[in-house]
């Protein structure tokens, strides 16, 4: 049955992927815009952010899916807290306040995980001891939704989509014929599953308080990203290892990106986890094998 659903985070790099498709299903889609606009016709739109929450926006809603979220390029955990949690916590308030309190489909991250030199993949249940202001805010964020009394938590790896930042970068230098990396491995999921999974949720509705950690299933090396985007952009692209030394975090205290070296250092793969009927149909990086 179609649902009448408020989404925050809708022209994000994962929202905007999203919403077509709850569209599509049918949905009445109320979507809250801070500086820019979806690109689809057929929403209402409501103006404001999460740092001055107005439970009208809430009116007649039966569901809400939380995508919004800052990803600051300073990791400036003053402003991760602010937006990530408080940001959360105002919403899961007016979420309270209503009569018939709405299904609450919170987006978290893999960040919020320990992480591991043993080479295991992440799996729903192990430890959260997030690495990164990020992760901490993200965290923090899952346990403010946990009080509400009708959430769903989904854990995302990489999303690789229409307007995710990373596949510009990656696709940048495959044309410049170099794409350094490291001998670690990554977990990714394709925009489309996120789309397909958030209205899975909504059909389907598990059982409140599951938390599901997402991705296509593969455990990508970087050399395999190096791959993808060199066959996508049609250019040999020389892939030289990073040495370990220019991965300390120093050196990217210096280029202004304190946590970036997590990110290289480490393994960030996951085993997903997903409810009852719902499985990927896509691959993130579906080049990365070709023969």
Request: with cysteine; glycine share 6%; aromatic share 8%.
């Amino acid at each position: 049955m179609p649902r009448r659903i408020f989404m925050t985070g809708a022209t994000g790099a994962v929202g905007r992927n999203v919403l077509p498709t709850l569209l599509e299903a049918g949905h009445h889609v109320r979507v809250l815009v801070h500086k820019s606009r979806p690109n689809v016709s057929d929403v209402e739109i409501v103006e404001g952010d999460l740092t001055q929450f107005d439970a009208a926006w809430l009116h007649d809603v039966d569901a809400v899916l939380h995508f919004a979220a800052v990803l600051n390029r300073n990791d400036d955990p003053a402003l991760f807290h602010d937006v990530n949690v408080e940001g959360t916590r105002r919403l899961v308030q007016a979420m309270q306040a209503r009569d018939r309190p709405p299904l609450f489909i919170n987006i978290s991250s893999v960040a919020v995980y320990k992480i591991r030199t043993d080479g295991e993949p992440w799996r729903t249940g192990d430890p959260c001891e997030p690495h990164t202001p990020y992760g901490h805010s993200k965290l923090a964020q899952e346990r403010v939704a946990q009080d509400y009394e009708r959430t769903l938590s989904v854990r995302l790896p990489l999303v690789v989509g229409a307007g995710d930042r990373t596949s510009g970068m990656f696709a940048k230098l495959a044309r410049l014929r170099i794409f350094p990396v490291t001998n670690r491995r990554l977990s990714a999921i394709d925009a489309r599953d996120v789309a397909r999974l958030m209205e899975h949720l909504l059909r389907h509705e598990p059982p409140a308080g599951s938390v599901y950690t997402v991705s296509d299933g593969v455990a990508y090396r970087w050399i395999d990203l190096a791959r993808h985007f060199a066959r996508r952009e049609g250019r040999r692209v020389f892939s030289p290892t990073i040495p370990a030394i220019a991965l300390h975090p120093a050196a990217f205290r210096v280029l202004g990106r304190p946590n970036g070296a997590t990110h290289l250092r480490y393994d960030w793969h996951c085993e997903p986890n997903f409810p009852e009927g719902f499985a990927p149909k896509h691959r993130a990086y579906p080049l990365a094998f070709d023969a």
